[in-house]
């Protein structure tokens, strides 16, 4: 069983930067893949970042490339998310998840996160 909580959302103007945290619990958070999702309001969940359990391989979505970096500290059982110039669009409810292998698709993931709000400002 692994419990993970999101942390470090907020309100930001565009073009400025958050950095969220994901604390899990359990010994066995080596082993996980992480990814990272987002829900905007009357939208579907979407992918934004997955990283494996090393650290060593990342992926992004096509829309936060370049801009958001996923990263993990298998010593804190952390996974994190910087997110750098923000816009508008990246405004939602960002969740992490934790699954047995990292992916693209919600359905990979085993455990999830009550989620952290993101609101970017015009």
């Known amino acids: 069983q692994v419990q993970l909580v999101e942390s470090g959302g907020g309100l930001v103007q565009a073009g400025g930067s958050l950095r969220l945290s994901c604390a899990a619990s359990?010994?066995?958070?080596?082993?996980?893949?992480m990814g990272w999702f987002r829900q905007a309001s009357g939208k579907e969940r979407e992918f934004v970042a997955a990283i494996i359990w090393s650290g060593y391989t990342t992926y992004y979505a096509d829309s936060v490339k370049g801009r958001f970096t996923i990263s993990r500290d298998n010593a804190k059982n952390t996974v994190y998310l910087q997110m750098n110039s923000l816009k508008p669009e990246d405004t939602a409810v960002y969740y992490c998840a934790a699954g047995p292998r990292e992916g693209y698709l919600g359905s990979q993931y085993d455990y999830w996160g009550q989620g952290t709000q993101v609101t970017v400002s015009s």
């Open positions: 359990g010994r066995t958070f080596r082993r996980y893949g």
